[in-house]
DNA sequence: CCATGTTAGTCAATACATTGACTGTATGCC
DNA sequence: GGCATACAGTCAATGTATTGACTAACATGG
């Protein structure tokens, strides 16, 4: 019996927190953190090259660290920038092939944790959380 | 219509960090952070200073990470350190009068701020939301 | 009494995340 | 054409968060 009550608000910050602490040791043998495998993942799932704008918003991040994390992934060898000719202020990012056989390795890594997270609670549960997620950010977003 | 679906896991993650901007303009009249916020906030509720380790196990974080934070804190004049007697490991942290005042100051805003989140969202989804979060993170917090 | 193990706190290194300020490129309107 | 505006990317400063390594103090069982 937590001793305690949460706020929704808190609640969710702590719960990032920790679901980040977790996620970490899945990707520790790969030398990633959670915050770059959403990037690798992301760019894999974008089928093409992103700029570095375009990550951010998807991700909803600032550009600023946008500009980090890609070095950071760049100086890892798992992804690269190249200019793009048809607009000189963008940079063109895509996966290295060794950042690619990174994500396929890791992706069924990933997706079988979040397959197992709440297995106290009940299915319906956690789909209607991430639903509401969903709405909840979309409500913060135009604001 | 999101042209990307958002598992459960970056959901949340993407949603703390969503919080947490939208929460920042609410305390930046104050001078105080979100994260500031949540902890002098708790140590109001305790009624009574806490030691740094037990304010980093109720929030959640590393004692290391409470440290820094109550440094912070200690340098904008909200809370203060005392020596324990009774064991001279432990410092036992507690508001100053200044702290105090302005969680008292903050607290409605802060409330106010929560009610209004989800204006979109029913009531109920809200409460099952804060439910859900609560039994992840008591799962997450044995693992 | 003392050896062992646990707990409280700190420091250092690194990563993530924000804002503000800035450069350079593109776009659109007159 | 040229000016205003918006957008892409970077740098710097600050705060949050982690782990690892360490010291000091307490607690327990020989």
Redesign the interface.
């Known amino acids: 019996m937590?001793d305690?009550e949460?706020?929704?608000?808190?609640?969710?910050?702590?719960?990032?927190?920790?679901?980040?602490r977790?996620?970490a040791p899945i990707f520790e043998r790969a030398k990633v953190t959670?915050q770059q495998w959403?990037i690798l993942a992301?760019l894999e799932?974008s089928e093409s090259s992103m700029t570095l704008a375009g990550l951010a918003r998807?991700?909803?991040?600032s550009k600023q660290n946008m500009t980090g994390m890609i070095a950071r992934l760049e100086q890892l060898g798992l992804a690269e920038r190249n200019e793009d000719p048809k607009d000189l202020r963008s940079s063109r990012v895509q996966l290295t092939r060794r950042g690619r056989a990174l994500v396929e390795k890791l992706r069924p890594l990933y997706e079988d944790w979040?397959g197992k997270?709440?297995?106290?609670?009940p299915e319906r549960?956690?789909a209607?959380?991430?639903r509401?997620?969903?709405?909840?950010?979309?409500?913060?977003?135009q604001?």
């Open positions: 937590p305690h949460r706020d929704l608000v808190s609640g969710v910050i702590q719960l990032a927190n920790l679901l980040t977790r996620l959670p959403s992301a799932d998807k991700l909803m991040v979040c997270l709440g297995h106290d609670v549960e956690i209607a959380l991430t509401t997620v969903d709405r909840l950010i979309s409500e913060l977003e604001g």
